[in-house]
């Protein structure tokens, strides 16, 4: 894991960055829209840093996102996206990997989208181990609607929905992932753009459902709980020693919220839903898998 | 030779094979080469303790619904057929076990309930079933060999039927149940026979391309799937939509379609669009509740422009209302049922083979227009059989995707362009150089999100306008008028599963001298306007009736022409009564006569 | 004395303190007694650099809509404000930053866009606000002072005001903000008036029981919550709906209500049925999406009769659409968008002393019609500030619930008795003897699921019926009908927050000499029929404008009337342009007077 | 914990020994519609034998459910009921709480309406600690639809819709609930009515929310994987040595899903959704909660 930064990334050194190397591909030619100093740019750029790295090719790749800041990420990376309904980005990718398993999709969202109204998917998507990545953008907070707790709001925030306080107990979105049955668990930290990139990378690597948790401040409507300021001082590397196939040992590991562990909580090789329904298939008596769709050119 | 016209009821509890003895009749009647159509009602209770209700009707001609009266009435538990000994016609039969069983109540045994112009036909059901199978398993069968006897059907090909039923069971099993048929049989032979009955011989179809088969509507939306090279289905158990999936599970996997029970409607929507997006020929199924649920989904699929099919088969509502109940109610929510101007393709079959052709041609127009499609059957339309012609050939495209090519992904390629058609070439996730990312944000011809006033208004009038050439669609009945092309005093307007009760109205009241023609309404959005109009022009007074409270069709219609109609409502959880429509049809007749005469006396007066 | 009537637009990206501008102007003329009606147009992206545009009507006599043109501009951004100049009328003030920057692009400075007929007044804006506020922060108040001393307002009231805005904040911002708006208003005031316009004396209103504020839509809705007694609220955020939970979430705690933000839209209005179900006075607000979400779970507040309240403001559709834009197309949705037969009550107030009241009968109707109420606004309507006078004691009742009584609960209480009113006694979690249980199942009278032909169409009809009772609820507008009276060529039937315009158009009409009126319905769900055909047969031609692209309030009235309306629909996601709707306006008259004179003619025809 | 029966439990013996003492009052006239044989009448018999010990009115009580073989079980006790929607169990019932604390209210479902279409609200309920008991009927199965795979639903196991054979790997309740925060969690058998009662009243005691599991056969549409004769030789009691307060030992029991273990896994007294709310009308100033709804008499 790398160092790390202190101080918010801003579009302007991020734009110098991208332009001295190949991933210009994979960057679209809409600039992002997000605050300056909003985590998410780390993220755009961890994104298209591993699909280059991993040569995967715009054309193959898919990124379904939700509703929010974080959703609008599909407009700013050169790949096909699909920028769907709030909560719906893992239905939705769901069926765009059911369709053609040659694509690499990428889901991502914010905390509101994916745990709050999107919470009823995750489980399923989970279970199922489809082979897709899930990059949770959580930021604490409902940024596109201005600033209103969301599930992984601390106690005691004050926002525009809890002006005396919020009473709710966040979620404790790591633990849930594990007990759903996720094949893959990390987490990474805006702040840290660099280890951010290496687990964005292996997360797409990973054949199953991978599952990536990101904290990202937003630096609009948070100015007291997940800043940079705090969070540098909390976050720390995953100890050595972890064993990632332990997944007691990363439930564990996953209650640490107030000293949140970068990298790797869990990873296991298991059937993909895909690797089921071919079976299926199978037993059925019937043909290979025709289903992937193609292009008519 | 007299034309076959037979209807019989079998009623009974669940446990007693009700259902089961009037799918080996209907089965048998259709190897046969009958037309049948048949109708089962269940209990909505969860164990099996509740009314069944099996109604064949079998003809040499094709018909359109259910007679109100039955030919002959099988008892399998009178508990459950006293009150429907009612529904017996005048020298009707009813047969039942007439071994008196000790302790029974004054009054609960049905052979006090016939009346007595009705034809008594009482045997040891359950005496001859002991003896034959071990436990009194075969009383359905028993009666069921009796009836035929009384009849005078094959025999031969009830034992094959019985055969089939019990395939894959021990030997035994068929041979124990032939042989309580036979008994049963024999006996039905030996008694006095039923007036006004004739099995005549039935006729054999000479289309050499197609395959004469029997079937419900949700087995039709299946084969109609299957045919059109369904590659993926998404969706979550409900009635009584659930057994489309149940059967798409057994034959997708075979030819590679991929099947998933998802977690809820509002996933498995949102997978559905998902693989449309992704180039696959996709669908769902599901009822009211779970159309509800559908409604943001469908919303993005409209501004998203992307291809989904959903079958809708409706029952009594509205909320979970009358699960295992018929109703017509859910078109408001089809045709309405999304924010914005959110207009869609909604497609409802009026009988078992429209809903193998609406099945097929969903997915073309899916495609095509880029749109979601929703196929709207009903309880009393998914369930019920009907002898059907299908293509040996399946009449419908592999594909009807617009594909982006080269030249459209030159030069920045636009996934909304405004095209003649309307309909833009769509670059497929997987296709080089067609990179682009789609939103439920209004946008402009690349897919950008975009507000401008101008850009919206356009975009706007694109996805309404494509969807227009739906109406001219191939090899597809949007709409039709049957009986008298001409003017008539009264036009019936029908739509959907109560379409086969209007044609049999409409035939009846045309018997009686009245003039009347009848139209269905198969597209009803976008509605086939012009022929709505001209009909109406021709009908002196325009009766639609349907199966729900509100007159939702006939609103959809006034809403749409501005001219009034006779809306005419039930919701008996059942199909609607032809005998009672008549009664509105003479009433409305007359009105038109009165109107008639008005006029003439207006004008003499004018003239005067 | 002359009528005060002036109309200002600020427009500048949103850093540039242009709403809080607005906001100050607004609150300052409302506080010096005028009539304001004001509208901010906000950017959909999310970070700050957008185009925002605060527009503020000042009268003396209330107004019903902005007008097409302002009297002056102010630019605070001259990328965003130059499209907006030609929005400024003949003999118009635009009012700029005239220190030129060095090297500013030809063409991107105002000056240059500013027609001849037009008035620039350029002054050094950036300059006078470094010298007072450190670092240039105070450039929309020194722009808002030139403004106040160019129209001769008074400047003690924005003092105040300023004041209030910057309550909490160091002293030493609120003077040095008061100082930078007087250097501003001594330039205004020393620099030639502008013609036209003239700021004569507020009128103060006499009725004592009233008082006067301004305020949005959305903080109507919230004060009609309070003043209705609201004790939960279940909410998910979205916009334009947003701001009545978070204003709510301030309120309601205060007098010991309760309110949650819940984990979507589904749960938000489960929650507040279940709320309802316990007695609470419940509500909640969403927009078009989530309203898409709450379709199922309103069916079943149809089917167990229960009370919720759910406030939508609609924005652009469908889908995602144009979330920061104003559009009337989820009338379908509100109306038709439920399963089954699922009326409920829709109210459309058109105003936001409508919103006001709205509100609170919603409540009212809600319990005593034991049904969800939709109150139907949009974003224009619940971001439009209009001055209003709110009654100083609550206009509703605290409950109208019916109490089951205890007779009810003799002898086995019937949660669905049939009544008179049809509306039934409801026992209440933890009263004594009511123990029942309810379901969205179609049930008996008791509650117990019934499948019965019989009970369904009783119970459908109980549901339907009930809601008639609404057409007459004490104290409240459900159409009204203004200018002309009697036979007029063309009368304007509008809803909701168009019917600003629709009243100005139709009295531009009149001013014209066009036989012109207007009505307006606010209530959709059921629809006042007796009033509108009334008024369909006072108007030659019914014009019917609304933002939407399916003409869905005109299908609506076409549907349900049968009789055809001219509709007029616009989707530029801004109010509409009453200039026009006159164009229309016109054309219709003319073509009343051209069947009228073809009527004379043809009578004369006749008689001769 | 009692001994297992081994046998089914039919209606008739339910009906000879009810009437033998005081719950008659917390049945309903209605007989259940269930299967004979169903496990769902030992969860009735439970819950009234527990309101009955616990002295709760049955004007006082609330059970919410919603659409499922084990969702009409309102219609079977004499309290006040709520039969919702498929999966809007928990939501309905924190809108009867929220407006009513006087209120015991119990909700209850099926595996399918719980974890499939009501899975979205779990996480929610159990982060407010909504002062509500949830009893949930595990049978793996859909009954009332005839059949179809549940979430809960064995690999392998063949249904109408998996007519070949489960590919998706069950959820597993008892965990999930545990890493929702849940601050009681418990997990009963149907086919051992004795200690189910007693967990049934435990559940309705504790101030919070509480979450009881039941396994529970659907003997019409399972006869292969969750019956009684398997369920019998699988299930065992609680360890006396568990502490129900570590909740890193109570997850690590919800992992034995072949030996599933019977009793209270975790217990944790916490502030509820009404304590947050209350504490929110004092942080505003607001006078004592007014909400609380009451029967105008
Ligand atoms: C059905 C629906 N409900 C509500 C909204 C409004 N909405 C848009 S984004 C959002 C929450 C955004 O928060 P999050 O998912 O955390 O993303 P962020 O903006 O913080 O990245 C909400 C409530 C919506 N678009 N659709
Ligand atoms: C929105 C909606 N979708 C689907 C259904 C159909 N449905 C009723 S019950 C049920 C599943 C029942 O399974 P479960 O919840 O496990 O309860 P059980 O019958 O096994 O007790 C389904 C899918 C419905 N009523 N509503
Ligand atoms: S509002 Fe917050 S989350 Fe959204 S772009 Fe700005 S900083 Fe990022
Ligand atoms: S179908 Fe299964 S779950 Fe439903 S009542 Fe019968 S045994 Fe119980
Ligand atoms: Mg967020
Ligand atoms: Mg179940």
Redesign the pocket.
Known sequence: MGNISTKPVYLEDKLAEIKSDGKLEYRSKAL????P????FSISEGVTSALNNLAIKPKDTVVVSGI???S?FPFFVNTYGFHTLHGRTLPVATGVKTANDDLTVIAVG?DGDGFAIGGGHLSHVARRNVNITYIL?D?G?Y??T??QTSPTSSLGFTTSTTPYENHDRPLNPLMMMLSFGSSWVGQGYAGDPGHLGEMIEQAIAHRGFSYLHIL???????KTDKTYGNLNMQVKPIPDDHDSSDLMAAIAMAQNVHKPPLGLYYKEDRPTLADGLDEITQQSGGGKNVVTAKAAE | MKNTDIQISICGSAGDGTIAAGDILKRALAKGGFKVIAFDVYPPEIRGFGKCISRVRVTTEQVYSLKHHSDVLVSLDDSHAIPHVGEVRDSGAVIYEDTPISGVLEGSHISAHISPGQIPYGLPVREISEKETSGNRSRNIVALGYLAGLIGMEPEIFHETIADKFRGKAIKITDMNVAAFDKGYALGQKTFKLDDVTVGKAKKSRNKDATITMMNGNAAVVQGCMDAHIKTFFGYPITPATTIMEKLATEMPKVGGRLLQTEDEISAIAATIGAGYAGSRCATATSGPGLALMAEMLGLGVVAELPSVIFVSQRGGPSTGLPTKTEQSDLNLAVYGRGGDGQIIVLAPTNVEGCYKCAGKAFEMAEQYQTPVIVLLDLYLSNRFETVELPKQSPFTKTSNKAAKKKDLEGGYKRYAFTKDLASPRALPGQENGMHTITGLEHNELGRPSDQPRMHEDMSAKRHNKLLAALSHHDITIEKRFGDEGDVDVGILGWGSNFGECLEAMFKAREEGIRCSAMKVVMLSPLPLGPINDFMDASGEVFVPELNYEGQFANLIQGATARSVHSYTRVPGSPMRVEDMLVEIRRLAKIKKAKKIGKTKKAKKKAA
Do not use: E, H, M, Q
């Open positions: 992002p829209t997000w605050c100093g909003c985590g998410y929010g800041c974080s609008r914010g953008f930021n907070i940024g596109l201005k600033g990202s401040p937003c630096v609009t409507f948070d």
